[in-house]
C-alpha cells in the first residue's frame, strides 16, 4: 500500500539520516576529517575545504600542484620560481616549463570571497625536475581583518605536504616552502595508499547506514505486521543473521565504490582529459560512478534481507539514488557543503531503499467469502442438472 511505502521511506530516510550525524561525530572526536583534510587521499565521501574550493573556481591539477587558501577577503599572492628560474604570479601566469597560475582569487574588488584560493599547476608529465619555491605576497587589504593566517598545500607525484603561516602587514612576503621534484618513483605508493584509506572511510561510512537501515526498517515492519497478523515477521536468530549480512554487503559497497572512483580520477588524469573537459565535470562523474557502485552493492545486501524488498528494486533504487547522491554531494552549497552533502545522500539513500519495500498481507480465513454472482437464483431451489449422451436433462 502507498501509506506503507511512504512510512518505510521516511523510516530508511530517519536511519540513515541518524548514521550520517553519527559519522559526522566520529570524524569530529577522531580529528579523523582534520586527517583527511591534509591528505591526497581522493575519497568518495569526503573532500578537504581546499579541494572544494577548487572545484568551485575550476582549478586544475598535475605532476606538481601548489594552492594557496585563507579565510578572509584580503587579497593574498602565491607565486612560484621553477627549476628553469622563472617566476609565475598573478602578472605572468605561465613559464615556459608548462607551469601555470589558473585560479586567482580576490584581486578584483568587485568579486570578493571569504573562502579564496589560488592554484598553479604543470600538467601530468610535463613538470621539469629541481628546486621549486613558493612564496606567498600580502598585497592588498579588502577585510577589516589585518593579520591574514594563510595555508598552502604542495601535490607533488601524489604526495601532500601542508604548510602555515601569517602575515601582518600589506606588501610582506613570505617564503612558504621550498622542494625538490625527482622521477616521481613514488606515485603508485601514494595512490594505493590513498585507496586504501578512502576505502576505510568510505567502507565506515556505509556500514553505518547499513546496520541502522538492518534494525529500523526490520522493526517496523515487524511492529506493522504484529498489528495486522498478531505473529512475529520473524525469528531473531533470522533477523540477527540478516543484518550480518547486511552489514557485509555494506562493507563491501564502501570498498567498491571507493576502488571505482580512485580508478575514475586515475584514469581522467591519464587520458589527460582536463585539457578538454571542465575540472568540475571530470570530478561530478568520477563521483557518479563512486555512488552508483556503492548504491547497487549497498541495495544488494538490502533486498532479500529486509523483508518485502527484492533484490531487483533495491538495486534499482540504489541505483538511482546513486546519481542523487552524487548531485546532492558536489553541489550542495555554502562552506558546511562537505558535511550536508554527505547527509543529504545518506538521507536520499535510506529514502529510497525504504520506498522500495512493498509489505503484503495475507487474506484471512475467517473473512466472509463473498456472495455468488448469482444469488438471485437461490430461492428458486433449481436442482443441479447434467447432460446425458442423448441430450436430455436427467437429476444428479
Known amino acids: ?32 576529517a582534520r586527517k583527511l583534510n591534509d591528505s591526497a587521499a581522493p575519497v568518495l565521501i569526503y573532500r578537504s575545504e ?16 601548489i594552492s594557496l587558501s585563507w579565510n578572509n577577503r584580503n587579497d593574498l599572492d602565491l607565486s612560484c620560481v621553477d627549476p628553469l628560474g622563472s617566476r609565475i604570479w598573478f602578472a605572468d601566469r605561465s613559464s615556459p616549463s608548462g607551469g601555470r597560475l589558473d585560479v586567482d582569487a580576490n584581486s ?12 598553479i599547476y604543470w600538467p601530468y608529465g610535463r613538470a621539469p625536475r629541481g628546486t621549486y619555491t613558493v612564496y606567498v605576497t600580502y598585497y592588498a587589504q579588502h577585510d577589516t581583518m589585518l593579520p591574514t593566517r594563510w595555508r598552502v598545500q604542495t601535490l607533488v607525484h601524489g ?10 602587514q600589506v606588501k610582506q612576503r613570505e617564503k612558504a616552502v621550498t622542494f625538490q ?5 613514488s606515485f603508485w605508493k601514494a595512490w594505493l595508499l590513498g585507496v586504501l584509506m578512502g576505502a576505510a572511510v568510505t567502507a565506515l561510512w556505509s556500514m553505518a547506514l547499513g546496520l541502522l537501515l538492518s534494525v529500523m526498517l526490520p522493526a517496523v515492519e515487524s511492529a506493522v505486521w504484529r498489528s495486522r497478523e498478531n505473529a512475529w515477521l520473524c525469528s531473531p536468530r533470522q533477523a540477527g543473521r540478516a543484518m550480518l549480512s547486511i552489514i557485509g554487503a555494506a562493507c563491501l559497497a564502501g570498498i567498491l565504490g571507493q576502488v571505482v572512483f580512485s580508478l575514475a580520477k586515475l584514469a581522467f588524469q591519464a587520458m589527460n582529459l582536463a585539457a578538454f573537459f571542465s575540472v568540475g565535470l571530470l570530478t561530478l562523474t568520477a563521483h557518479l560512478a563512486g555512488f552508483i557502485v556503492l548504491g547497487i552493492v549497498l541495495g544488494s545486501g538490502l533486498g532479500g534481507n529486509i523483508p ?43 529514502f529510497a531503499y525504504g520506498w522500495m519495500i512493498k509489505m503484503l498481507f495475507p487474506e484471512h480465513e475467517d473473512e466472509e467469502p463473498p456472495p455468488p454472482a448469482a444469488d438471485w437464483l437461490e430461492p428458486m431451489h433449481i436442482a443441479p442438472q447434467r447432460a446425458s449422451a442423448a441430450g436430455r436433462l436427467k437429476g444428479l
Open 1 to 32: 500500500m502507498l501509506r506503507f511505502r511512504a512510512l518505510f521511506a521516511l523510516i530508511g530516510a530517519a536511519a540513515c539520516l541518524l548514521a550520517a550525524l553519527g559519522m559526522e561525530g566520529i570524524f569530529a572526536a577522531s580529528r579523523l
Open 50 to 65: 581546499i579541494a572544494r574550493r577548487l572545484q568551485m573556481a575550476g582549478g586544475s591539477s598535475g605532476d606538481v600542484q
Open 108 to 119: 578584483n574588488v568587485d568579486n570578493l570571497t571569504r573562502h579564496p584560493v589560488e592554484n
Open 159 to 168: 604526495e601532500l605536504h601542508v604548510y602555515r603561516g601569517t602575515l601582518t
Open 181 to 185: 621534484v625527482g622521477a616521481g618513483s
Open 308 to 350: 518485502f524488498l527484492a533484490k531487483s528494486d533495491a538495486r534499482l533504487a540504489g541505483f538511482f539514488a546513486g546519481i542523487g547522491a552524487a548531485l546532492l554531494y558536489i553541489y550542495w552549497p555554502g562552506s558546511l557543503s562537505g558535511m550536508a552533502g554527505r547527509t543529504a545522500a545518506a538521507l536520499l539513500l535510506g
